[in-house]
């Protein structure tokens, strides 16, 4: 099984735990929709149990999903009505003759194969159309000190650490904004980001990690050494912890004709 597999394991534990994404993030795509979309014909690559579906539900989109999970498919289903499912591999999945006005991926777009990810997803796309790439990234601030603390854990329990600290969010770029433009089929991209953070209880922080596939893969006795490590700490500190995220949005409108490369 590889890795981009395992978050079906438990769909539960993953719906229940991921967090959803920024509402001023759908505001930023929408604008770049246009007025003249009223209801946007939206595929989606990737949904898991549907955490950047919802919102666009809410909005009146209709909203097509190409998921390679069945068990976190199925919840996106359950909880969504309104949302029509495939149980597919998008770098597989034979296009529709349907075209669309938006082609959104969240936290799913780097499982993608690199050499046809972008075309692929151009060529679902009317002329205009948005290919919107959401990436969720892991920066400085909240509990800073528990976040210099953990890197001990990790390396006795896994042999990796993260060598220089977490990113500041100001310097996370965007490598979509490079593919983007190098593939000849898009305008300029836009980038927009938006930090915020959540607090855990220690429970919920170790359930958190159990939904993210580097964790998974581990051993048994790895992982429950790394567990028993991180419970630790946390609950030195008070019983909880504060993380950072950054969400980062990368969208252009396709071009109603390739660029010429050379």
């Keep these: 099984m590889g890795l981009r597999e395992t978050f079906g394991e438990d769909a539960e534990l993953y719906d229940r735990v991921r967090p959803s994404y920024p509402v001023r993030l759908y505001d930023e795509i929408a604008r770049m929709l246009g ?32 998921e390679l999970s069945p068990t976190l498919g199925a919840v996106a289903r359950d909880k969504l009505p309104e949302l029509e499912v495939i149980v597919a591999d998008f770098d597989t999945w034979p296009l529709p003759a349907e075209r669309f006005d938006l082609v959104l991926s ?11 990810r972008v075309a692929k997803a151009a060529d679902a796309l009317r002329p205009g159309g948005v290919l919107a790439v959401v990436s969720t990234h892991h920066v400085a601030g909240g509990s800073e000190q528990f976040w210099i603390d953990v890197q001990d854990c990790y390396e006795r329990f896994t042999g990796k650490t993260r060598s220089g600290g ?19 089929r898009f305008g ?10 959540l607090t855990y209880t220690t429970a919920e922080y170790l359930d958190l990690l159990s939904s993210y596939s580097g964790h998974r893969a581990l051993t048994e006795q790895a992982r429950d050494g790394l567990y028993n490590c991180i419970r630790a700490l946390i609950d030195a500190s008070g019983g909880s912890v504060t993380k950072r995220y950054l969400s980062l949005l990368t969208a252009a409108n396709r071009l109603h004709q390739p660029l010429a490369l050379g």
């Design 106 to 116: 969240a936290t799913a777009f780097h499982w993608l194969d690199p050499e046809t």
């Design 166 to 184: 977490l990113p500041a969010g100001d310097t996370v770029s965007s490598p979509t904004a490079d593919e983007l433009a190098v593939s000849g």
């Design 35 to 66: 007025a003249p979309v009223a209801r946007p014909r939206v595929l989606e690559i990737g949904c898991g149990t549907g955490q950047a579906t919802a919102p666009m539900i809410r909005r009146g989109w209709s909203v097509k999903a190409v």
């Design 188 to 197: 300029p991209a836009n980038v927009w980001r938006h930090e915020w953070e």
